[in-house]
């Protein structure tokens, strides 16, 4: 044990507030939305970084719906956000998400900090406006 765990859950929901998949088609066509996993990003919350380390974060199957990361984050005021990652391993484009705001928490070696659920905002309409539409193939 070299540290505390997170442990969380999440859901996804389109912008109108419907249910929304991982891999989401409209009309028997290509998906329109297609999220692959959900990074979980962890940095200090006394120097917070402006992105997601590698070192600092954790990528889960977008199906699994909840997810714990090993016993690896250091311990005290930590700072957790999360970010959908689309199927070329890079991240949607922040203006085609919204998702929670940071939460802080106390990491504490061999304790898990539970964030509970968590709720993802994805664009799936309106893909002409800034950032598009998230995860688009």
Known sequence: VQGGAVEFSWAIRSVDGSDHGCEETKDNS?????I???????DS??????GCAEAQSREFDCDQAQ???NFEIAPGPTRFFLEPLCADGN???PLSYQRPADIVRESRTGQITT???LLLIVR????ELPGGCACVP
């Not at 290509?30 to 297609?34: I, K, L, N």
């Not at 919350?45 to 402006?50: G, I, R």
């Not at 799936?124 to 893909?127: A, H, K, L, V």
Request: proline share 10%; glycine share 4%; net charge negative.
């Open 45 to 50: 919350a006394e120097t917070p970084n402006q």
């Open 36 to 42: 692959d996993k959900i990074r979980i990003c962890w």
């Open 67 to 69: 997810a714990a990361s």
């Open 91 to 93: 991240p949607a484009d």
């Open 115 to 117: 964030l509970g659920a």
């Open 30 to 34: 290509a998906p329109s939305v297609s």
């Open 124 to 127: 799936d309409q309106n893909c």
